[in-house]
């Protein structure tokens, strides 16, 4: 694999998995992956050396992190390997990252909002916002200036929460082709 080939596959892994690139160089690659159990999220670093590639996937160490990945860190070496073997047979893997990312957003803007799994996760997360917006609004009632500032940040977060939800259930009955910027 020559240098260039690498950064290539790199490139397009992070672009595919929205990983933050750390390095990029000739020869080493480091990216980072946000997790929500991980306060310093996953590292995935790669070595190029002699056409050899070296690969280590691992918790970024920190005081805050925990050593369970369930199976995060296998995922992301085998995303990245995934690349590789890609551009080694002479693929060209930007076209097909954007070809794969294109397809993951026509899947979603086909995917019904009332499957099942869908419909379970909006009654969870609504009734987890709405009683948040009661507490908060309980809360607001006390005027405390902390219980102020707590319930009106709350409020927002699970009202910007509900708002998109809502924005994406009427896109998906309107018409119109869907795009990366079509909710802005």
Known sequence: MTEVEFKQANVAASRLNHWTVLSNQKNYFSAI??????????????ILKDGKIFLNSMVN??????????????????????QYKLILKGNDVSKLVEQEMTEKEETFWKESEFSTKNLLMKIIGYSIGITLIILCVLIIEERS?????????????VGQYLYYDFRVIIEKKGEGKPGYNRLR
């Open 33 to 46: 992956r946000s997790t929500y159990w991980q306060r310093e999220g996953i590292r995935v670093t790669s």
């Open 61 to 82: 160490p920190s005081p805050q992190s925990n050593p369970f990945t369930f199976g995060v860190n296998r995922g992301m070496k085998a995303d990245l390997i995934r």
């Open 145 to 157: 200036i902390p219980g102020i500032i707590f319930g009106s940040i709350t409020i927002g977060f």
